[in-house]
C-alpha cells in the first residue's frame, strides 16, 4: 500500500510567517492529492484538490503544489485562525489514504 | 445543500459488532455518481479512512480492516451503513461520513462535505 508522510509533525509560528508543510506519497499518484484543516474539536474541511486547487471559499494565503510524490501546502502569511492540524490525503484510487497530520501552532 | 450525519450507539462492548448510520440530503446515489465513504479519529490521533461505497454499489475498504468492514447503502432512505465486527477499545473514536463528489471533468474528487460525527467508546 502507498504511504502517506507529512512533515514536519508539528511546528511553531509567528502571525504573518509563511508556513510550508510537506506530504510525500511512496508511489506516484499524479495530482489526486488533497489538503484538509481540522481546527481543534471541530470537523476536517477541505482546502485544497487537485494539489494545488483551492475549494470555494478557501483564503487565498493558502496554496497547494507538486505533482507525483511530493506535494506542498503553503499558507502564504500565518493567521491567529490557522492554528489547526493540517491532513494531506491520496484520492486516486482506494485506498485512500491520509498523512499522519502537522499541527500548527502560533 | 449536503449534508450528512453519522448516529448509532455511543458505547459498545468488546467483541461486539458497532453498526453506524449515515443519513443524508442534497444528493442521491440514484441521480448522482457519487461516493459516500467513513471515516475515523481516535482521540487526539489522525484521521484514518475506513471505507467508501459508490454509486454503482462498488465497494472499497481499507486493507489492515478489511475482514471486518462492511458497507451498504439504501437508496430509498438516503442512507449508508457501515458495520465493523470484533470491537476493541482501540477502536474507540469520532466516526465521521463523508460526501465523495464527482466533478465536471468527470474525475472523482476527495471528501468534501463531511458530517459532525459521532464518538464511539469500546469498553467493558
Known amino acids: 500500500d502507498i504511504q502517506m508522510t507529512q512533515s514536519p509533525s508539528s511546528l511553531s509560528a509567528s502571525v504573518g510567517d509563511r508556513v510550508t508543510i510537506a506530504c510525500r506519497t511512496s508511489q506516484d499518484i499524479s495530482n489526486y492529492l488533497a489538503w484538509f484543516q481540522q481546527k481543534p474539536g471541530k470537523v476536517p474541511h477541505l482546502l485544497i484538490y487537485?494539489?494545488?486547487t483551492l475549494e470555494s471559499g478557501v483564503p487565498s494565503r493558502f496554496s497547494g503544489s507538486g505533482s507525483g510524490t511530493d506535494f506542498t501546502l503553503t499558507i502564504s502569511s500565518l493567521q491567529p485562525e490557522d492554528v489547526a492540524t493540517y491532513y494531506c490525503q491520496k484520492y486516486d484510487s482506494a485506498p485512500l489514504t491520509f498523512g499522519g497530520g502537522t499541527k500548527v501552532e502560533i | 445543500q449536503i449534508t450528512l450525519k453519522e448516529s448509532g450507539p455511543t458505547l459498545v462492548k468488546p467483541t461486539q459488532t458497532l453498526t453506524l448510520t449515515c443519513t443524508f440530503s442534497?444528493?442521491?446515489?440514484?441521480?448522482?455518481?457519487?461516493?459516500v465513504g467513513w471515516i475515523r479519529q481516535p482521540p487526539g490521533k489522525a484521521l484514518e479512512w475506513l471505507a467508501i461505497?459508490?454509486?454503482?454499489?462498488?465497494?472499497r475498504y481499507s486493507p489492515s480492516l478489511r475482514s471486518r468492514l462492511t458497507i451498504t447503502k439504501d437508496n430509498s432512505k438516503n442512507q449508508v451503513v457501515l458495520t465493523m465486527t470484533n470491537m476493541d477499545p482501540v477502536d474507540t473514536a469520532t466516526y465521521y461520513c463523508?460526501?465523495?463528489?464527482?466533478?465536471?471533468?468527470?474525475?472523482?474528487?476527495?471528501?468534501?462535505?463531511w458530517g459532525q460525527g459521532t464518538m464511539v467508546t469500546v469498553s467493558s
Open positions: 463523508a460526501h465523495r463528489p464527482r466533478y465536471d471533468n468527470n474525475f472523482l474528487g476527495p471528501f468534501d462535505i
Open positions: 461505497i459508490y454509486w454503482d454499489d462498488d465497494q
Open positions: 487537485a494539489a494545488s
Open positions: 442534497g444528493f442521491s446515489f440514484t441521480t448522482s455518481r457519487v461516493g
